[in-house]
C-alpha cells in the first residue's frame, strides 16, 4: 500500500505541460541559429540574466506546489486493515516541505518573529508558591497580558529573555548554509554557463536570494518570520503558496489565448477580405467592452455553474482549481486582442514581402505560406508577447481577486492575502506583515518578468537587433 | 587656388562588437573654393563616415583617432563643441541620401526652416519662401505650410538642400545626395547643385557611387577602397587614364552598349570589413596585377601626372583587356512570341469611410501591350512608381489584372483559377529588387531553392539538383546548408536566380535585380544572367530604370509613364534615336562618363511625375512636355508605327 495517492490537477498537468513544451522547444532551438543567438544576447545581459534568476527561483516554488498527492491516513484502530483511508485534503510537495509552517498555526495574529501573539488576552497563569512550594501548581491567575504562542520560539521555554539572541545565531549559521549552498552552485554554474557579465549577473543575484532566504529558512524553522495571519497561520507560508496562483495565471492565460490570437491574426493579416473585416470586428467590438465588467460578468456566471454542480468535484481543491482554470481561460479571451492586433499587422507587412510573392509565384499553397513564411517570422512577436503578458496578468489577478470576482477565497493567492489585508489596516495598532509581504513577493515577482521582458524584446526584436 | 578645406591623415575608429573598425584610416585631401570635389568608392569604404568626422557628427561609439581638419583656416579638431556648432551652422552644411528620413515628419516645412534660421514669425517666412525660390520649388508660400510627407522625393531633397543653404555655408557635403531619386529628378538636383555652387562660390563635398554623376559634376575626384584614398585626379585625367587598379577595374565593370559582346568585369570578393589589420595594400586580394611585394608592403603615393597621384607599386600596369564572348549574340527570332499583354490594366481600388466604399482608381497599370520572344530581353524603364513592378505582378498572376489579356505560349492565362495556373507556375518566375528582402530569413538557402521545386516539380527536390544549381550561379554546393543572413547582397540575389531557375523557367521576370547592388556585384549578376540566357534560351522581361543596363542587356525597350507604354522598338533605335519626348528627356538625363562638355544637352524634365489616380487628361505627359500641344490635353494619342519594330504615343507622329 502506497504511502500516498498522487492527485492530477488541470492546473497541474497543464503547467507541466507547459514546462515539457519549454523544454522541446529549448532542444529544437538547439537547431536555428536565429533563436540561439537572440538567447546568447540574452545570456550576455546582467539585467537579464539577473531576473531570470529571480524568476526562477519562483517557477521553482511554483513546480513544487503543482506535485499533489493525497497523504494516507494513520490507520486507525477498529478499520479494517485492508481498506486503506486517504485524507480529503489535497497536499503538495511544497506542503510537505514546509510542513512545519502549515502546521504550526497559532491563534491569531502575531508580528514577524514573535514569540507572542500581537494582542492581550485573559489568561490564566500559574503562580509559583511563595510558601516554598507546598500549594504549587494549584493557584491560578487570571491575567491580561500578550499569550505566549505554541510554537514561535517554543524552544525557548517560557523564558523569553533570550529570544534575540537565539534569532541572530540561527539567522547566522543559515547565512553560513546558505554561503556554503552558493558555492556549490558557483562551481556547478562555472562548468554550465560561459564566462561573461551574464554568469557574473547570475552568481551575485543568487548570493543576494541566498542571504535573505537561507536565513529566513533558518529562522522558520522556529519562529513565523512574517509573523500570523488572522486565523493564526504563518505569513511566509501563505505567500510561499501564492507564488503557484500567480504563476499559474500569468503563464496558462497565455496559453490558453495563444491559438486564438496566432491564428486569427495571421489569418486575418495573411489572407485580407473579408476574414480579415470579421476579425477586426470581432476584437474592435471585445476591446469596446470594459474588460472589467466582462470579466466580473463571466466569473459570476462561472461561479453559478461551479455552485450548482458541487458533485463534477471530488475534493474542494479539485474546485478551487476548477474556478483557477476558468478565470485563466476569461482573462485569456479578454486579452487577446492586443496581441492578435500586432500580429495582423506584421502579417500585413510580411505579405508584400518578396519572398512571400516568390513562393506564391511557385503556387505555394496558402496556408503552407503562412506556416512557412508568416508564422516563423512573427514567431519574435509571439514571444515578446508571452513575457510581457506576464507581469500584467500577475497584478491582473489581485486586482480582481480584491475586488472579489477573482480565485476561490480557498485559493491563496497575493489577491486573497491582500483582499484579507483591507480590515487588517483597519485594525488599531495597524497588522501589516500580510500585505507587506504579499507586496514584496508580488513586486519581486512582477519586477523580475518586466526586467526579463525587456531584456527579451530588445534580444529578439529584429529592429533593435540591427544596432549592435 | 585658396584651400577651403585641408584633411590631413584623418582617422576614426568605432568600437564594434567584432573589435576596433578602423572606417577612416589616414585620408588626406582638400578642397578649394568653388571647387567640387568627389570621394566614389563601393559601398562600406568609408565615404560617409569621413563626411560626418568633417563634421564631428560620429556616431555613439566613434572617435576621431588621428589627423587635422583645417577648414577656412581653423583647425576643427581643436574647436570646442560650441564652436563646432557655429560651423555646422554656417560653415559647412550637410545633406544626406535619403530625403524622406532626413525631415522630420510632423513639421511644416516652414517650421523647419525656421528652426535652422534660428528665426521667427514673418522674417523666417519671408526668408523661407527666399531659400525655397532659390531651390526651384515652386509656390513657395504654399509649401511652407505643407508636410514632408506631401512632397515628392525630389521636392523633399530641394527642401534638405534649402535648409542646408540657410547658414550659408562654404562648404556643402553632398552624401549620395541623388541616389534616391530617379534619373529625371536626379538630373534636376544636380542642375540645382551646380548652380548654387556658380552662385554662391560654394565648395561641394560630393559622395558618389555612381561614375556618371561624378563625371557631370565633379572638378577633382577622390577614389575611396578600405578607409583609404587610393586615387586623387583631376576629372579629366581620372576619366581618360586611371591609374589605380581599382578605378580601372570600376570602370571596366560598368555595363553600356559597347560591351554588349563582351563580359563586364568583375571584381572578385568585397570590400575587406574594417575591423581587419593590413599589412601590404588593402586591395591585394582582389587585384589581377598584384605581386609578393603587394602582400607585404603598403604601396607608396606616386605621382601620376599634374594634380594626380595613386597608391600603388605598379601604376603602370597596362589596361585591363576586355574578355570577349565566344558565342556571338543569336540573331533575332522570329518565332511567335512566349509571352505577350494585350491593354493589360490593373487598377487598384482606393476606398474610404467605414464602409469601405470604393471612391476612385489607382491606374497603376493602364493598358500595356507587350511581346516577348523565346532567348529575347525586353526590357521596361520607366520612373519610380510608374507602375512596371505592377505589371510584373499582372503577368504573374500574383495580381490579377482589372481587363486585358497575359498569354504564355499562347495560353489565356487571366482567366485561369489558382490551380489552373499551377502547370504555367513553372514556366515563368521572378527575381526581385532586394535581395534582403526576398529570402525568408528563417530557412536555410538548400530549403528556400527546394520549395518551388517541391511544389511544382513532379520528380521533388532532391540534394544533388539543389547543388548543381547553386553551381549554375557560381555558388558552393555546401553553401545550401547556411541562413541567408551569411551572404553578402549579391550572393543573396545569385540564389534568389538559382530559386527562380530551379522550377525550370522559359520566361524570367527581373524587378531591378541590380539596383540594390555595388557596380562591381552588379556586374557579376548581368554577366550571370546574360550567360544563363544564352546556355538556357531564358526570355527576361527586365524592369530597371538604369539606361546603361537597358543597353547593355537588352535587345528591346518599353518606355513606361504613368501606367503606359510610351514608346518601344529595339535598343538601338528606343536609345540612340529616342523619338517620344519623353524617351528622350529620360535619356538626356542619364549622367554619362563620356566627355559632354561641347554637345549642349536638352534641359532636365521639369516637375515631377503626377500621381496615377489623378492621371492628367490626354497625353499623361503634357504637364511636363516641352512639346505640348492643345490636343494633347484633350486626347490620349493613339499609336504610331514607326518601323516595323518602333511604336511610339504622341501627336507628333500622328
Ligand atoms: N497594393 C496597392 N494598392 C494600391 N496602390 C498600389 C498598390 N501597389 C502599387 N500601387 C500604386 O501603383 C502605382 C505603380 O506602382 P509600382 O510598384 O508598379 O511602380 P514601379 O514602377 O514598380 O515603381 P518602382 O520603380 O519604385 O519600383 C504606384 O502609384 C503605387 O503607389
Ligand atoms: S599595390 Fe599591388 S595589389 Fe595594390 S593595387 Fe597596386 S598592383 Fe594591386
Ligand atoms: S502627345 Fe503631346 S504632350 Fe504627349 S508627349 Fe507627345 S507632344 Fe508631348
Ligand atoms: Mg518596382
Given at each position: 500500500m502506497m504511502p500516498f495517492i498522487p492527485v492530477l490537477l488541470w492546473s497541474d498537468i497543464l503547467l507541466w505541460l507547459l514546462v515539457a513544451v519549454c523544454i522541446a522547444g529549448a532542444v529544437m532551438a538547439r537547431r536555428s541559429e536565429h533563436i540561439l543567438t537572440s538567447w546568447r544576447r540574452i545570456a550576455g545581459s546582467a539585467n537579464g540574466m539577473a531576473a531570470l534568476t529571480v524568476l526562477a527561483a519562483f517557477f521553482l516554488i511554483g513546480l513544487l506546489d503543482s506535485v499533489h498527492y493525497r497523504p494516507r491516513l494513520a490507520q486507525q484502530t477498529?478499520?479494517?486493515?485492508?481498506?486503506a483511508n486517504y485524507g480529503v485534503e489535497v497536499l503538495s510537495l511544497l506542503d510537505a516541505l514546509a510542513a512545519p509552517l502549515k502546521n504550526n498555526s497559532e491563534k491569531t495574529y502575531s508580528a514577524p518573529?514573535?514569540?507572542?501573539?500581537?494582542s492581550k488576552e485573559t489568561i490564566e497563569e500559574a503562580v509559583v508558591g511563595?510558601?516554598?512550594?507546598?500549594?504549587?501548581?494549584t493557584d491560578a491567575r487570571i491575567v491580561r497580558d500578550y499569550p505566549r504562542l505554541?510554537?514561535?520560539?517554543?524552544?525557548?521555554?517560557?523564558?523569553?529573555?533570550g529570544a534575540g539572541q537565539d534569532m541572530l545565531v540561527t539567522g547566522l549559521i543559515g547565512a553560513a548554509l546558505g554561503l556554503a549552498v552558493w558555492l556549490v552552485m558557483a562551481w556547478l554554474l562555472r562548468a554550465m554557463l560561459p564566462d561573461g557579465r551574464g554568469r557574473k549577473s547570475v552568481l551575485a543575484t543568487l548570493a543576494v536570494l541566498l542571504l535573505i532566504f537561507a536565513p529566513l529558512l533558518a529562522l522558520s524553522t522556529h519562529y513565523h518570520v512574517f509573523g500570523t495571519d488572522k486565523?493564526?497561520?504563518?505569513v511566509f507560508y501563505l505567500t510561499l503558496k501564492s507564488i503557484r496562483t500567480g504563476l499559474l495565471i500569468g503563464t496558462l492565460t497565455t496559453l490558453i489565448m495563444l491559438p486564438a490570437a496566432v491564428l486569427l491574426g495571421i489569418l486575418a493579416g495573411y489572407a485580407g477580405g473579408w476574414i480579415d473585416d470579421v476579425v477586426q470586428y470581432l476584437y474592435t467590438t471585445l476591446n469596446s467592452i470594459p474588460g472589467v465588467l466582462l470579466i466580473a460578468a463571466a466569473v459570476l456566471m462561472m461561479q453559478v455553474v461551479i455552485d450548482t454542480h458541487?458533485?463534477?468535484?471530488?475534493?474542494a481543491a479539485e474546485r478551487a482549481d476548477a474556478r483557477l482554470l476558468a478565470l485563466c481561460a476569461i482573462l485569456g479571451m479578454t486579452s487577446w486582442t492586443g496581441l492578435a492586433r500586432l500580429l495582423r499587422g506584421e502579417a500585413l507587412k510580411l505579405r508584400e514581402l518578396e519572398y512571400v510573392q516568390a513562393a506564391l509565384a511557385f503556387g505555394v499553397p496558402r496556408l503552407a505560406i503562412m506556416l512557412r513564411h508568416i508564422l516563423p517570422n512573427v514567431m519574435h512577436i509571439v514571444l515578446i508577447a508571452v513575457v510581457m503578458d506576464f507581469s500584467g496578468l500577475v497584478l491582473a489577478e489581485a486586482v480582481l481577486s480584491y475586488v472579489g470576482?477573482?480565485?476561490?477565497?480557498?485559493t491563496i493567492s497575493f489577491g486573497t492575502m491582500i483582499n484579507a489585508a483591507r480590515l487588517e489596516l483597519a485594525r488599531e495598532p495597524v497588522v501589516w506583515w500580510s500585505l507587506t509581504a504579499a507586496f514584496a513577493f508580488m513586486f519581486a515577482l512582477v519586477l523580475a518578468a518586466n526586467l526579463f521582458a525587456d531584456v527579451v524584446r530588445d534580444a529578439f526584436d529584429p529592429r533593435t537587433r540591427m544596432s549592435p | 587656388m585658396s584651400e577651403m578645406l585641408a584633411v590631413t591623415d584623418l582617422a576614426v575608429t568605432i568600437q564594434t562588437p567584432r573589435g576596433l573598425a578602423r572606417?577612416?584610416?589616414g585620408v588626406s585631401f582638400s578642397i578649394a573654393a568653388g571647387e567640387v570635389f568627389a570621394l566614389l568608392g563601393e559601398?562600406?569604404?568609408g565615404k560617409s563616415m569621413t563626411a560626418l568626422s568633417l563634421l564631428r557628427?560620429?556616431?555613439?561609439?566613434?572617435?576621431?583617432a588621428g589627423g587635422s581638419v583645417r577648414f577656412a583656416g581653423r583647425e576643427l579638431l581643436a574647436m570646442s563643441e560650441q564652436e563646432m556648432r557655429e560651423v555646422r551652422g554656417g560653415g559647412m552644411a550637410m545633406i544626406f541620401q535619403e530625403p524622406a528620413t532626413s525631415l522630420?515628419?510632423?513639421?511644416t516645412v516652414g517650421a523647419q526652416i525656421a528652426e535652422v534660421l534660428g528665426v521667427k514669425g514673418e522674417a523666417a517666412r519671408l526668408l523661407g519662401v527666399e531659400l525655397l525660390d532659390s531651390v526651384g520649388i515652386p509656390d513657395a508660400g504654399r509649401r511652407?505650410?505643407?508636410?514632408?510627407?506631401?512632397?515628392?522625393g525630389g521636392m523633399k531633397q530641394r527642401v534638405m538642400i534649402a535648409m542646408a543653404l540657410a547658414g550659408e555655408p562654404k562648404l556643402l557635403i553632398a552624401d549620395?545626395?541623388?541616389?534616391?531619386?530617379d534619373v529625371t529628378i536626379q538630373a534636376q538636383v544636380l542642375d540645382l547643385l551646380d548652380d548654387l555652387r556658380k552662385s554662391r562660390g560654394m565648395a561641394l563635398l560630393l559622395i558618389s557611387h555612381d561614375l556618371g554623376v561624378v563625371a557631370e559634376m565633379a572638378d577633382r575626384i577622390g577614389v575611396m577602397y578600405a578607409g583609404q584614398l587610393v586615387e586623387v585626379a583631376p576629372r579629366d585625367a581620372f576619366f581618360s587614364s586611371a591609374r589605380h587598379p581599382y578605378s580601372k577595374k570600376l570602370f571596366a565593370a560598368l555595363p553600356d552598349m559597347s560591351r554588349r559582346t563582351s563580359l563586364l568585369e568583375t571584381i572578385a570578393g568585397?570590400?575587406?570589413?574594417?575591423t581587419n589589420i593590413f599589412k601590404?595594400?588593402?586591395?591585394a586580394d582582389r587585384?589581377?596585377?598584384?605581386?609578393s611585394v603587394c602582400g607585404s608592403q603598403a604601396p607608396p603615393w606616386v605621382v601620376a601626372g599634374e594634380g594626380h597621384s595613386v597608391r600603388c607599386h605598379?601604376?603602370?600596369?597596362e589596361n585591363i583587356a576586355v574578355q570577349q564572348l565566344e558565342e556571338i549574340r543569336q540573331p533575332v527570332s522570329s518565332h511567335a512570341p512566349l509571352l505577350e499583354t494585350r491593354e493589360l490594366k490593373l487598377h487598384f481600388p482606393i476606398r474610404k469611410g467605414i464602409f469601405k466604399?470604393?471612391?476612385?482608381?489607382?491606374?497603376?497599370?493602364?493598358g500595356v501591350t507587350l511581346a516577348l520572344a523565346q532567348g529575347r530581353t525586353l526590357a521596361l524603364v520607366g520612373e519610380s512608381g510608374c507602375g512596371k513592378t505592377t505589371v510584373a505582378k499582372a503577368i504573374l498572376q500574383l495580381l490579377r489584372s482589372s481587363s486585358g489579356s497575359v498569354m504564355l505560349s499562347g495560353q489565356?492565362?487571366?482567366?485561369?483559377s489558382n490551380s489552373g495556373l499551377k502547370p504555367w507556375r513553372g514556366a515563368m518566375q521572378m527575381i526581385f529588387q532586394d535581395p534582403y528582402a526576398s529570402l525568408?530569413?528563417?530557412?536555410?538557402v538548400g530549403e528556400i531553392i527546394a520549395e518551388g521545386m517541391r511544389t511544382l516539380l513532379p520528380g521533388g527536390a532532391d540534394k544533388q539538383k539543389i547543388a548543381t544549381l547553386l553551381a549554375s550561379v557560381?555558388?558552393?554546393?555546401?553553401?545550401?546548408?547556411?541562413?541567408?543572413?551569411?551572404?553578402s547582397g549579391g550572393q543573396r540575389q545569385r540564389i534568389a536566380i538559382a530559386r527562380a531557375l530551379a522550377v525550370e523557367p522559359r520566361l524570367l521576370i527581373c524587378?531591378?535585380?541590380?539596383?540594390?547592388?555595388d557596380v562591381s556585384v552588379q556586374a557579376q549578376i548581368l554577366n550571370l544572367l546574360r550567360d544563363l540566357q544564352q546556355r538556357l534560351g531564358l526570355a527576361y522581361l527586365f524592369i530597371t530604370h538604369n539606361i546603361a543596363v537597358v543597353d547593355f542587356l537588352a535587345h528591346e525597350v518599353a518606355v513606361m509613364y504613368l501606367g503606359r507604354i510610351v514608346e518601344q522598338g529595339t535598343v538601338d533605335e528606343v536609345l540612340r534615336n529616342p523619338q517620344h519626348p519623353y524617351t528622350l528627356a529620360l535619356v538626356a538625363a542619364v549622367p554619362s562618363i563620356?566627355?559632354?562638355?561641347g554637345k549642349d544637352k536638352a534641359p532636365p524634365l521639369s516637375g515631377d511625375m503626377p500621381s496615377s489616380s489623378h492621371p492628367p487628361t490626354g497625353c499623361h505627359f503634357h504637364p511636363r512636355?516641352?512639346?505640348?500641344?492643345?490636343?494633347c490635353r484633350r486626347e490620349y494619342p493613339k499609336a504610331s508605327?514607326?518601323?516595323?519594330t518602333r511604336r511610339v504615343h504622341c501627336q507628333l507622329f500622328l
Open positions: 477498529g478499520v479494517s486493515i485492508s481498506a518573529l514573535a514569540t507572542r501573539l500581537f511563595t510558601d516554598g512550594g507546598t500549594a504549587a501548581g505554541i510554537y514561535g520560539g517554543a524552544h525557548l521555554g517560557a523564558d523569553t529573555a486565523v493564526g497561520q504563518d458541487p458533485q463534477w468535484f471530488a475534493t470576482i477573482g480565485v476561490d477565497p480557498s | 572606417p577612416v584610416d559601398s562600406g569604404c557628427l560620429l556616431p555613439e561609439a566613434g572617435s576621431i522630420n515628419p510632423v513639421m511652407l505650410d505643407e508636410y514632408p510627407f506631401q512632397l515628392s549620395e545626395p541623388t541616389t534616391a531619386l568585397s570590400v575587406p570589413a574594417p601590404g595594400c588593402r586591395f587585384c589581377g596585377f598584384a605581386k605598379f601604376p603602370d600596369a466604399r470604393t471612391v476612385g482608381h489607382v491606374r497603376a497599370v493602364d489565356e492565362l487571366t482567366t485561369l525568408n530569413p528563417r530557412l536555410r557560381g555558388l558552393d554546393a555546401d553553401m545550401a546548408g547556411r541562413y541567408p543572413h551569411e551572404f524587378d531591378e535585380p541590380t539596383s540594390a547592388l563620356v566627355a559632354t562638355e512636355c516641352p512639346r505640348a500641344m492643345d490636343v508605327q514607326l518601323s516595323a
